[in-house]
């Protein structure tokens, strides 16, 4: 196959395939804190997917060494969904906004009267609380010298994320969550670096005290892609 000159065309193949789990994995290591507890068995497959589209849309590099360049296609990435059994817009009643600095260095989602409908709170589940969550997606290009491709940046994968407080799942939640990346202060990042911002909602039991202990049937959701 390496060698065979009629082959050349599944090699193209091969290697933008192989480019584009690299930066899957990448991608799924940024999300690790929401995988895979509110993912369904087919979001790796959707990912991959979405992956080769923007890969396909490089329209000036040569075919089996064409970028992955996600800072372009937004609106693509913003299209993500984690889990199809499950929508986060059916489960929460209220209002939200999120806004991030001019830096993308943090981000902040806001709560007002967020209630959760009673026909999704699991079986025993007690209290609830929003995750709000933001990783860094890099672009990738191909490397002729190594001859695999690589991340433009080396802060891909970084992610940051936080919690409202604990809340009874009969009550209104209204909060403020901000993350922020470790990055040294002042940093910005780079054009080629890309952020995608999720917010999700986890189910718990409340136990002897204060000790919440987590109940499968959260979901979660991509609200911006910056």
Known sequence: IMQNPALIRTRENMSEF??????VKAIRLGLQNLLPDKADSHFTGRLMKMTKKINRLDTLGKRGRRAI???????????????TRLNL????????GCSHSASRDRAM???SNLTIHQNYVPQGATHFRLQHHISVISDY?????????EPTSAVGGMSAFGYSAFTPVLNALTDKVEVVFPLQSGAALPNDCTVMQCIGVEFYIRSAGDI???VRGGCVKV???F
């Open 212 to 214: 919440y202990l987590p």
């Open 89 to 96: 817009s059916e489960m929460i009643q209220g209002r939200f």
């Open 141 to 149: 290009i191909y490397s002729v010298e190594k001859c695999r491709y």
């Open 69 to 83: 360049n996600f800072s372009a296609f937004l609106p693509i990435l913003r299209n993500l969904v984690f889990n």
């Open 223 to 225: 609200v911006a892609v």
């Open 18 to 23: 192989g480019g584009c789990g690299v930066a």
């Open 109 to 111: 989602v806001s709560i």
